[in-house]
């Protein structure tokens, strides 16, 4: 079965309206909107360090004539249409483990807009830090974005100029895994999704594989370069000298090798190249209404106040479905049975969905509501959203005999297969614990999409859970040797205690995960509805598009 958007045009039935209960005016209100408040500031922060160390590259990119990569985005997207951003946060802390100076984003910049009215995957190299030069993070970067690309049947926008590898920090597993992103180009092409690269700058060694994989290759005359060997490579391989331009550059390869389609002038024109190629495609998108159709009846201002910091606290899920569907609208699905696992019918924009989220651990009822639920969804071809808020599967020995492995093995059978009939998307609202990350369709269940709130926290378990399960360990095994314990080893056992929290809670963090690309991104909760409308209609365009595969992705000649 496959998903199939509603025509907009037909009546619908409306839902139940929900009866909030939240209270936006309480004190207590107050101080969890500060906080969430100040956690997005912290985060919109760690995104402008990386715009800014680009822009510091401005005179440079001046002098040569050329546009910095978020100038060339912005030049080529449609003006005043939607910008879903990707992994803005990528490799936080992964260059450098002083997180003041580290500068997020792999060196890649990526996400889905509009071009010429098509929406496209857009994906460039941010030359205006370290040259481009290729980081480990921006190249899981890349691999999802082509993943989604392939998934969404998005054209492939590649903005290309890159220093390579850098070779001061080369690591083998970069390079043998970097491989993939060669083949995951044929696979596109071969799918039949265009490939429109833009060769802005150099593109060396496995780099000129980018546009040696392309469908369409518009080069930049005096600044593209495209060649497996360098001049200082070339010399210190053969001995043989030769310039840039005679190895790889624009006219060369445009006017003889015939790697290149179109000879651009500079940045700007080669731009407007890629969007009248892009506009040739047939493959218009369906944009979605300019003003919210059916707003919810909830502010969702109040989605900033309805989490602790504590995510021990309660917080009623159905709270935050009502301030993302239509009108706040919601019809739940086996109401009273498996409380704390809610499912729930409503709509986005018209799009019918269906909602899993948590008001608790998931126990034997909630996973066998939630199968069936999961089921259902299939059976209508309507897609899910998980909304993540768990702290995992109910433990105890009651749980336990109850079939509680079993069942929730069920539920992630569901979860698992699912992704075969039907698109499912995961917003981490809250706390994303143990074996519920897997449940509600974490990163390793492979929804379309998955994007975090910037309080979300994500753990095998709490860090004070971990910690005090280590010390009963450590406890247990003195007792079977009969050791006393004195205050040495108490003290030691103290510095574990707080070394295991310590490190649980770092990478708990949002800004964490989202470094470590276990997400697509941080999202406001505010924007998520809008977020989920884009989605939508990316499936919905998906959908609708004729493909034309090929046995193999196009040929060069």
């Known amino acids: 079965m496959l998903f199939s958007p509603m025509n907009p045009s037909q ?19 107050a ?4 906080a969430l408040l100040a956690r997005i500031a912290q985060w919109q922060a760690l995104e402008e360090r990386a715009a800014r160390a680009s822009l510091r590259s401005l005179p440079a990119f ?16 449609d003006p005043g249409a939607p910008w879903l951003p990707l992994s803005a946060l990528a490799g936080y802390g992964a260059d450098t483990d002083d997180l003041d100076r580290s500068v997020p984003g792999g060196g890649v910049l990526a996400g889905i807009g509009w071009v010429n009215g098509v929406r496209c995957m857009i994906v460039a190299n941010d030359s205006g830090i370290n040259a481009g030069a290729m980081q ?36 083998v597993e970069g390079f043998v895994k970097g491989g993939a992103l060669f083949r995951n180009l044929a696979r596109l092409s071969a799918a039949g999704i265009p490939i429109v690269t833009i060769q802005h700058g150099s593109g060396t060694a496995g780099g000129a594989y980018m546009p040696g994989l392309s469908d369409i290759v518009i080069m930049v005359k005096g600044r593209s370069r495209a060649f497996l060997a360098g001049p200082p490579l070339l010399k210190a391989a053969t001995g043989e000298i030769a310039t840039e331009e ?11 090798t015939g790697l290149g389609e179109y000879l651009a002038g500079d940045d700007r024109e080669a731009i407007g190249i890629a969007r009248q190629v892009v506009g040739g495609l047939g493959w218009a998108s369906r944009a979605l209404p300019p003003a919210d159709p059916a707003p919810p009846a909830l502010a969702a201002d109040d989605l900033l106040g309805l989490f602790s910091e504590d995510l021990r606290q309660p917080v009623d899920m159905r709270e935050v479905i009502a301030r993302l569907a239509d009108r706040s609208e919601l019809l739940e699905f086996k109401p009273d049975y498996g409380a704390a696992t809610i499912c729930a019918q409503a709509r986005i924009y018209g799009q019918p969905v269906g909602f899993i989220t948590n008001n ?77 990350n897997y449940g509600m369709c974490g990163r390793a269940y492979a929804p379309r999409f998955l994007f975090a709130w910037p309080n979300a926290r994500t753990a095998v378990m709490g860090a004070e859970q971990a910690a005090q399960t280590m010390r009963t360990v450590a406890e247990a095994g003195l007792a079977r040797k009969g050791v006393a ?28 995960t989202s470094g470590q690309m276990l997400d697509d991104g941080l999202i406001d909760p505010r924007d998520t509805r809008a977020v989920l409308a884009q989605c939508l209609a990316i499936f ?18």
Request: some cysteine.
């Open 31 to 34: 101080e969890r909107k500060a």
């Open 360 to 436: 608790g651990p998931i126990d034997v009822a909630g996973a066998n509501k939630a199968t069936h639920f999961i089921q259902w969804m299939c059976k209508l071809g309507q897609p899910l959203v998980y909304l993540q808020n768990t702290t995992g599967y109910m433990v105890g020995k009651d749980s336990e005999q109850a079939g509680m492995i079993k069942h929730g093995s069920k539920m992630i059978q569901a979860v698992t297969n699912a992704a075969r009939l039907i698109p499912q998307i995961t917003i981490q609202c809250g706390a994303s614990f143990g074996a519920g």
């Open 246 to 256: 005679e190895l790889g550059g624009a006219e060369m390869h445009c006017q003889t």
């Open 485 to 512: 314990m004195d205050d040495a080893m108490r003290a030691q056992l103290d510095a574990q205690t707080a070394q295991i929290v310590q490190n649980f809670e770092r990478q708990a963090d949002a800004f964490y």
């Open 62 to 77: 001046e002098r040569r004539g050329q546009l910095l990569p978020r100038q060339r985005i912005a030049l080529l997207l």
């Open 136 to 171: 480990p993070m921006g190249g899981e970067k890349m691999l999802r974005a082509q993943e989604i690309a392939l998934e969404n049947r998005l054209p492939f926008v590649f903005l290309v100029e890159s220093a390579g590898a850098n070779l001061m920090r080369y690591r």
């Open 11 to 29: 009546p619908t039935t409306s839902f139940l309206p929900f009866a909030s209960r939240f209270n936006g005016q309480s004190r207590a209100t």
């Open 540 to 557: 919905a365009d998906a959908n609708s598009r004729q493909m034309h595969p090929l046995q193999f992705s196009l040929p060069r000649m």
